[in-house]
Nanobody
């Protein structure tokens, strides 16, 4: 069974870069046709898709976050990473990584999720 685990700082200061890593076990991030996504949920709000990286390393970003987002991967460690720059308190959310086997590139259709990690943006 595929398992995903998010890791990274729980507190980031405004204007800095948020950086999170998702470690995948029980499956490979290079498996054909799988997409690996970052999704977040601000307090009291719905899920928001941030972006994805596919099995070949191609990246896809939400238009609303594209200018601040970078997703990369380390295949030797079976990890993929989110970087979100110039953060503000509005970026405070629970951040999830998930597998998207159907190339939904949204918040639906994920079959495996990490437990999520709360990131607070505050000085």
């Amino acid at each position: 069974q595929v398992q995903l685990q998010e890791s990274g700082p729980g507190l980031v200061k405004p204007s800095q870069t948020l950086s999170l890593t998702c470690t995948v076990s029980g499956g490979s991030i290079t498996t054909n046709y799988d997409y690996w996504s970052w999704i977040r949920q601000p307090p009291g709000k719905g899920l928001e898709w941030i972006g994805s990286i596919d099995y070949s390393g191609n990246t896809y970003y939400s238009p609303s976050l594209k200018t601040r987002t970078s997703i990369s991967r380390d295949t030797s460690k079976n990890q993929f990473t989110l970087q979100l720059s110039s953060v503000t308190p509005e970026d405070t959310a629970v951040y999830y990584c998930a597998r998207d086997p159907q190339k939904v590139l949204g918040t639906g259709g994920m079959d495996y999720w990490g437990k999520g990690t709360l990131v607070t943006v505050s000085s």
